[in-house]
């Protein structure tokens, strides 16, 4: 039963002990299983400690199974975790056009040469020369170019990093992305498009839970 149901296993730790997810996932297993208790031991090698969770009203005979069910939909609903598993990358039209789009912008900001880039958008020039004389640069074309170039890279690339493990993870796990090549290429995407990539994953997930409901 512990390797098979490791998951649920830390998802008892996780939801009931109150443990963060290094420690809860951390090779869970039932050492001691009886009507009154079960006692569940987590942690790395040398390290490992234990946990009793005490069954209230106690368990009758024949009831574990039914009880850890209970106890499995209650832990799943409290970390909010949906019966769905998304296992595949997908995007509508709309995801990839957007996608496509900044994909293009970040190339075309880091690949144009930083002279043409501060005649191109010579506008940013008397908010970028202050900067640059403030920080010891003498404000030629190119370091006009190459200052707006890093700018705008790190805004968009910088706000898209943060939405990584703010939301596209947190939803990753929330509809069971498991398969190591979706969860790679909805990383990759979020990262290049942002908002549409994991805006578009969430629903995707609320649709099939919405099916799943009806059934």
Request: charged fraction near 20%; glycine fraction near 6%.
């Amino acid at each position: 039963m512990n390797k098979e149901h490791g998951e649920s296993l830390g998802h008892y730790l996780e939801y009931f002990k109150r443990l963060p997810r290094s420690q809860a996932y951390a090779n869970p297993a039932i050492t001691e299983f009886t009507t009154p208790s079960m006692t569940l031991e987590y942690g790395k090698a040398g390290q490992r400690k234990t946990w009793t969770y005490k069954f209230e009203p106690p368990m009758m005979a024949g009831q574990a199974r039914l009880r850890l069910e209970a106890m499995h939909r209650e832990a799943k609903e409290g970390l909010g975790l949906s019966d769905v598993v998304v296992d595949r990358f997908s995007l509508p039209a709309s995801a990839w056009m957007s996608t496509m789009l900044l994909l293009a912008l970040e190339l075309w900001l880091l690949l144009t040469p930083s002279f043409s880039l501060a005649h191109i958008l010579r506008w940013q020039a008397p908010v970028i020369k202050p900067v640059l004389s403030l920080l010891g640069f003498k404000p030629t074309p190119d370091a006009i170019g190459t200052a707006v170039k890093t700018f705008w890279l790190s805004v968009i690339l910088g706000a898209h990093l943060v939405e990584v493990p703010l939301c596209a993870v947190p939803i990753m796990r929330r509809f069971n992305v498991k398969n190591h090549f979706a969860r790679t290429c909805y990383i990759i995407a979020t990262i290049i498009g942002g908002f549409p990539v994991w805006t578009a994953l969430r629903d995707a997930g609320v649709e099939e839970e919405t099916k799943l409901k009806k059934q």
